[in-house]
């Protein structure tokens, strides 16, 4: 028997979430049997926990977004009992049980292989937010990062501490944007050289365009906040837009397109192929520093999450909540 966290739904169409006892004939078909160590807690996951279901496509439904553990059993030659592995994306977690729990059966084609530098608690301390952050880095530099501050909004959050960390390691001035002012030292201590209060960037008139301030953007929150920001990108510049937390709506205007030359990426994190997902993970093991990471973790555990999941929709969660589903 192992532990893990089930959200079921009831006749009338309600959902709860709490910790069960699972046998492993209960898990789903798969290629592999993961031990699971730890497993973090994203945007996402607030959803799915949450009243309602959020992304869930089938219940019972075991949540989590992401997992890193050690290979159990394996049917598929790519990996053998004792392997430390990592999944992220997928739609595991929503369409598929998740890494909330002590025992996954999951595709082989999902996992990536630790790279030998993290263990376990350090890949979910970076989990799915910190590997689209460096996505959402690898696309600035694809695009060419101009001599200005890149800007990263959200900054406070799990996309925005690792992108912050990412660039500033990189030697780029990092402007962090935040809505919290009392997560200033703690944006410092990751290397932002600046924070700017998050009325600065949407209190700036609406005119489509303001003066060239920022060499690129990683973007966390989209909505207003993205709309005002791709009229303050320096010429040529880039936006990675990752995330809505501030909203899905865009009330932007074609005139940073067309006049600046300003490129605005999408990164999806979900679906990347594999020769992708293993070279973003040696990145991360590469321009992430390790002090910076341990800075960012909220220790959780699987009881935990039901409070976790509606502070992180609120965005009350500073940095990665790391799970340790065996505590
Ligand atoms: P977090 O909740 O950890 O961080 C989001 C941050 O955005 C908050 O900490 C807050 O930062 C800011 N924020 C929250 N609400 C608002 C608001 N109403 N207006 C302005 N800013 C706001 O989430 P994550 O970092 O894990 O994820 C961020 C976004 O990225 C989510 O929308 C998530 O779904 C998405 N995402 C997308 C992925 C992809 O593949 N494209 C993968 C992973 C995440 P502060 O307090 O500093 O202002």
């Not at 993290?118 to 937010?129: E, F, H, I, P, S």
């Not at 700017?196 to 207003?224: F, Q, S």
């Not at 992430?288 to 341990?294: A, N, Q």
Request: aromatic share 6%; net charge negative.
């Amino acid at each position: 028997m192992f532990k893990a966290l089930v959200v079921e739904k009831d006749e009338e169409g309600k959902t709860s979430a709490a910790v069960q006892e699972l046998s492993l004939d209960q898990l789903p078909d798969g290629d592999v049997t993961v031990a699971v160590e730890y497993s973090t807690v994203n945007y996402k996951d607030g959803l799915c926990i949450g009243p309602g279901g959020g992304l869930v496509r089938n219940y019972p439904h075991v949540p989590g977004i992401d997992m890193a553990g050690t290979v159990e059993a394996s049917d598929d030659p790519r990996y053998k009992a004792g392997d430390k592995v990592v999944l992220t994306g997928w739609r595991v977690g929503e369409a598929y049980w998740g890494g909330y729990t002590q025992k996954a059966r999951v595709k082989a084609d999902w996992l990536v292989p630790l790279p030998a530098s993290l263990d376990t608690r350090q890949a979910m301390a970076v989990g799915t937010a910190g590997f689209t952050a460096m996505l959402a880095v690898m696309a600035l530099e694809d695009h060419g990062i101009k001599d200005a501050p890149v800007l990263v909004t959200g900054a406070a959050g799990g996309v925005g501490s690792v992108a912050t960390a990412i660039l500033a390691n990189l030697g780029h001035q990092v402007a962090a944007v935040t809505g919290r002012p009392e997560t200033a030292d703690y944006l410092r201590s990751l290397g932002a050289t600046q924070i700017v209060p998050r009325e600065e960037i949407n209190a700036i008139t609406r005119r489509p365009l303001e003066a060239e301030a920022w060499g690129g953007c990683v973007d966390a929150v989209g909505g207003e906040m993205l709309a005002r920001v791709l009229g303050q990108m320096k010429y040529g510049a880039s936006v990675s837009a990752v995330g809505l937390a501030g909203g899905a709506g865009m009330p932007a205007s074609v005139i940073p397109f067309l006049l600046r030359g300003v490129n605005l990426l999408g990164i999806d994190s979900v679906m990347q192929p594999y020769d992708n997902r293993v070279r973003a993970w040696d990145r991360i093991a590469k321009d992430l520093p390790m002090d910076k990471l341990e800075a960012m973790i909220q220790p959780a555990t699987l009881s935990d999450l039901p409070e976790l999941g509606s502070g992180i929709l609120q965005g009350q969660v500073k940095g990665r909540v790391v799970v340790d589903v065996n505590a």
